[in-house]
């Protein structure tokens, strides 16, 4: 028995060395050692009003500047006629409104006229809810949506008239059906009779936003957020968590309640990059905490707001005064302590109360949080370590996610680890914007972290290549092989999401991005695709996958080949993720090792990611460019003999079955 034995296993050496030596990777599934368990939450969404991603991009309002609270009251419109702001409006927090008077003479008009986010993108025969705060007694407004860039004349799409008769603030609604698609259209408001009339918050929206809500949010774009399956979903930000100084951080608690009375906050990437400026980027929290915990929980992904620790943006502000003192800083404890009521609060709570008020009686059930974004020095760990104290006395089991600082490793983030573990925090926030060399060096990051402190989180990566191109194919095949680091090492790191999500293609602020859209479009990057495949393909526990007895991450003599393996248990489903960043095509010998005799393998499927060309990209004109494509793929006795092609991301998928 032992000679047979002996024999066996000097065969299969032999048969191994032949393998290679016909430059075949010899790669080895250990079926037989289910590793440990694949968080939920591994792979999600971070979500930041950048590049017009709330307002102007998620949140489906077409009026810019409806409030008239821009400090340029009148910038988005033009106005004519006799109009005039005035500032003790309905809405304590945005006061200001607009008074349009009859000119005196009847064919000089008076109105206004609202240019949008870059236009406002129409569509033929969909429904347009315009609504309006107004007053005024038996007056009559005609509310257009017009096409004035054609040849230079007005084109009317759309028009209709609306009676104001209150003497008290009223909310007036009407929907208006454009005959013809329009990116770019402007909503024009004339006074049609003869008096006055007051009108505040004038807004526009589809009525066919995500899931049909009122105050929503753009279809196309949440489709293409919860199409990858996001285990997480985390929010606001991002430096806008921060702020430029601390009354310009992201304040939960203006970002709730009735619309109308959110008061409006600075977004600073208006300003954030000279040559990427627009001063009409600001936040209405429109789409404020209640509307992201609701599109997690539509979503399937378990929220994770961030809030401010008191310090301001650490770029910006090198002064101490800048920041909150640490004796001044239980308002913003307080802060996070109201928001976890916020979120998962009785009703007969102030916050719960609010939350149940705005529709969602039952709480949110949140579990992580996260305080502070890109913070770094000693300021940092004694300002966390009282948000730490208060949440873990009041709320023991949130989960608590701290910063390493901006970069994923050096000076800060040598520091801030040992600090965040002295600090007991259960997640630490990596972020990592690094060019292709480092993608390609990283796939064994995680192989030697500290299993004993905090879980790793993430929180912000992309591959920035080189050049003019930003979400090319070859960025997107090295974030596809950096994952497989991640997934191999799933029992330390539990959350993984790319950044930032979305941009308008002519208001972006920083690239590359997950997601580009224009008024009426949006195209999902290759980068989505690999978020995709891995969010499909997440499994339930990690399987060891190794060559020559080494875990396969792109190492000298591992001929660019990255890989890893898991398990869905769910499924009885093996899948494998390899990604092949050299140029040439790679031979691959897959044995699933230690099947149980009366199991095999079947038959199952290769999804592969691929172009010829690196730079290539997917655009609003190309959306399908580059695509997985799916075949079916036959395994021999538990070993799969196959080819992946250079340049190739490729999920494999088998099921286990009864012989
Ligand atoms: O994702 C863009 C920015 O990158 C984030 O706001 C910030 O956290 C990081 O510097």
């Keep these: 028995m032992n000679r047979r034995l002996t024999l066996l296993s000097a065969f299969s050496f032999i048969a191994s060395v032949w393998i290679y030596s016909q430059g075949v990777n010899n790669i080895i599934v250990h079926t037989n050692k289910i590793g440990t ?66 000119s005196g003479h009847p064919a000089k008009s008076t109105g206004i006229e609202n240019e949008g986010f870059f236009g406002i993108g129409v569509k033929a025969e969909q429904n347009y809810r315009f609504s309006v705060w107004a007053r005024g007694e038996k007056q009559k407004i005609r509310v257009e949506l017009i096409d004035n860039d054609s040849m230079g004349e007005t084109q009317v799409l759309i028009a209709q008239e609306l009676g104001i008769n209150s003497k008290e603030w009223k909310k007036y609604e009407l929907i208006l059906t454009p005959k013809q698609t329009l990116d770019k259209s402007h909503l024009r408001i004339f006074l049609t009779s003869d008096g006055t009339v007051d009108l505040e918050h004038v807004s526009l929206f589809p009525t ?40 310009t951080r992201y304040n939960w608690k203006n970002s709730v309640g009735p619309v109308e009375n959110r008061p409006l906050n600075e977004n600073r990437w208006h300003y954030s990059f000279q040559h990427r400026f627009f001063p009409d980027y600001f936040q209405t929290y429109g789409m404020g905490f209640y509307e992201m915990f609701l599109l997690a929980e539509d979503m399937g992904a378990e929220p994770l707001p961030v809030l401010s620790c008191g310090l301001a943006c650490q770029f910006q502000n ?75 006395k009041e709320y023991p089991d949130m989960k608590i996610i701290g910063s390493s600082g901006p970069n994923s490793e050096g000076k800060d983030f040598e520091y801030l680890w040992p600090e965040m573990k002295k600090l007991k925090v259960d997640l630490v926030d990596e972020h990592f914007y690094r ?43 090295l974030e596809a092989a950096f994952l497989t680091g991640v997934e191999r090492n799933a ?18 602020q920083w690239r590359p991005d997950l997601i580009w859209f224009d008024n009426l479009r949006s195209v999902r990057t290759c980068s989505w695709y690999v978020q995709y495949l891995y969010g499909h393909n997440k499994g339930t526990n990690v399987i060891p996958l190794t060559m020559n007895n080494k875990a396969v991450s792109g190492q000298d003599g591992q001929n660019g080949l990255f890989a890893s393996a898991v398990l869905d248990k769910d499924d009885n489903t093996y899948i494998l993720k390899v990604v092949n960043t050299s140029d040439k095509g790679q031979k691959l010998n897959i044995e699933f090792k230690g099947i149980k005799k009366s199991l095999a393998i079947t038959d199952g499927k290769c999804i592969t990611l691929h172009s010829d060309n690196l730079d290539a990209e997917n655009t609003l004109d190309d959306p399908n460019r580059i695509i997985p494509i799916e075949k079916s793929i036959s395994v021999d006795d538990n070993v799969l003999n196959t080819e992946i092609e250079k340049m190739t991301f490729a999920v494999y998928k088998f099921k286990l079955s009864k012989k």
């Excluded at 950048?50 to 910038?75: C, H, T, W």
């Excluded at 753009?218 to 985390?234: E, H, M, S, Y």
Aim: charged fraction near 25%; hydrophobic fraction near 35%.
């Design 37 to 102: 368990e694949i968080q939920p939450t591994m792979y999600g969404h971070f979500f930041e009003d950048i590049n017009y991603g709330a307002d102007g991009g998620l949140y489906a309002e077409l009026v810019k500047n409806r409030s008239f609270e821009f400090p340029q009251n009148f910038m988005g419109w033009s106005i004519f006629g006799n109009v005039k702001l005035l500032n003790d409006g309905p809405f304590e927090k945005n006061p200001h409104y607009v008074r349009l008077s009859y």
């Design 208 to 247: 066919d936003t995500w899931k049909g809500r009122e105050n929503g949010l753009r279809k196309d774009l949440v489709q293409a957020l919860a199409d990858t399956k996001p285990g997480v979903f985390r929010f606001p930000g991002g430096c806008i968590v921060e702020g430029t100084d601390l009354t």
């Design 318 to 392: 090198t002064d101490e005064d800048a920041h909150v003192k640490l004796s001044d800083l239980k308002p913003y404890i307080q802060d996070a302590l109201d928001l976890i009521e916020f979120a998962n609060g009785s009703t007969d709570t102030k916050w719960g109360g609010l939350r149940a008020e705005m529709g969602h009686p039952e709480p949110f059930n949140l579990k992580f949080i996260g305080i502070g974004n890109e913070q770094w020095g000693p300021e940092y760990p004694e300002r966390l370590k009282p948000f730490v104290e208060a949440i873990r």
């Design 435 to 477: 060019p292709e060399e480092w993608f390609l060096n990283s796939g064994n990051r995680y192989d030697n972290y500290d299993r004993k402190g905090p879980k790793v989180f993430a929180g912000e990566y992309a591959c920035h290549g080189k050049g003019k191109k930003w979400n090319h194919f070859y960025a997107s095949l």
């Design 491 to 508: 029992d330390i790191v539990y959350m993984a999401t790319y950044a930032p999500l979305l941009a308008h293609i002519e208001g972006w």
